[in-house]
C-alpha cells in the first residue's frame, strides 16, 4: 500500500468580507475521472457524513453541514447502487469537528475507503482499504473541516477539504475547587509563548503565562511570586 500525507496541500483560501482568509481548500486527491462538486466552505461544520459503497469501490459520498445551529442537507455526490451504506455522524452540538480524513483510491481513480478522526473520536474504516493508495487530509493543528470538493461519476473518484481555524475549547477546573479569587485569561490570543511557575517545598504559590498577540508578547500573572521560580518555553 503506497501512503500520501497530505496534510496543507494548499491551492486556494476563501476570503470573507473584510478580506481576511475564512477557510483553505486543500487539493482534491484521487482519481481523474467524474465530474468535479464542490460543497463550499461556508458552513460551521460537518453534522453527519453518508457513504455508499459495493464492490467497484465507494460509489457516493455525502455531507449533511451545520449553519447557525441547524442541520443543512448536503447533496449525494456519485451514484447508489447495490451494496452497504455507513454513515458517520458528529456531535457538532457538543462542539465535536472533523480535524483529518483518511481515504484509499486504487490504480482506477475509484475511491475505496475512508476513515474519519474528530478531536473526539474516530470512526472505523468505511470500505475495502486493500491494495489501494493511502493520503490524509487535514490534521493540522488547531484547525478544522468546515466542508468538501472532488470529483464523481458513476463512483467517487476523488475528494479535498475546506480548513478552518478550530474555535476554543474551555476545559473543567481540575484541584481544590474552593479559597482563592477566579481567574480566567480568555482565549483571544494567537498563542502561548512561555509559561512560569512559583513554587515552595509543599505548593504551587503561582503561575506566570506570557501570551501572544498581534506579534506582541502579553503577560498575565495569578498569585503569590515568593518562592522558586521554573520556565517552560
Known sequence: ???????????????????????????????????????????????????????????YIKFDYAKDGKTIDGSIHGVSGSGFTQTFEIDYQNSEYIV???????????MQAFEFKTNLKTSEVIGYPKGT??????????KMVIGFHGSAGKVLNSIGAYLTTAPPTKSQLVGGLT??????????????????????????????????????????????KNGDTEEVD
Open 179 to 224: 479559597g482563592g479569587e477566579p481567574w480566567d485569561d480568555g482565549s483571544n490570543y494567537d498563542g502561548v509563548k512561555k509559561i512560569s511557575v512559583t513554587y515552595i517545598s509543599t505548593l504551587i504559590r503561582s503561575i506566570n503565562v506570557d501570551y501572544e498577540k498581534d506579534g506582541q508578547v502579553v503577560t498575565r500573572y495569578h498569585g503569590m
Open 100 to 110: 483529518s480524513v483518511d481515504g484509499y483510491y486504487d490504480k482506477s481513480g475509484t
Open 133 to 142: 493508495t493511502k493520503f490524509s487530509l487535514g490534521g493540522v493543528n488547531g
Open 1 to 59: 500500500m503506497f501512503i500520501i500525507y497530505i496534510f496543507l496541500f494548499l491551492s486556494s483560501a476563501i476570503i470573507d468580507s473584510t478580506g481576511l482568509a475564512k477557510a483553505q481548500k486543500l487539493d482534491a486527491i484521487g482519481g481523474k475521472g467524474g465530474k468535479q462538486w464542490d460543497d463550499g466552505a461556508d458552513h460551521d461544520n460537518v453534522a453527519k457524513v453518508y457513504i455508499r459503497g459495493g464492490l467497484e469501490g465507494i460509489q
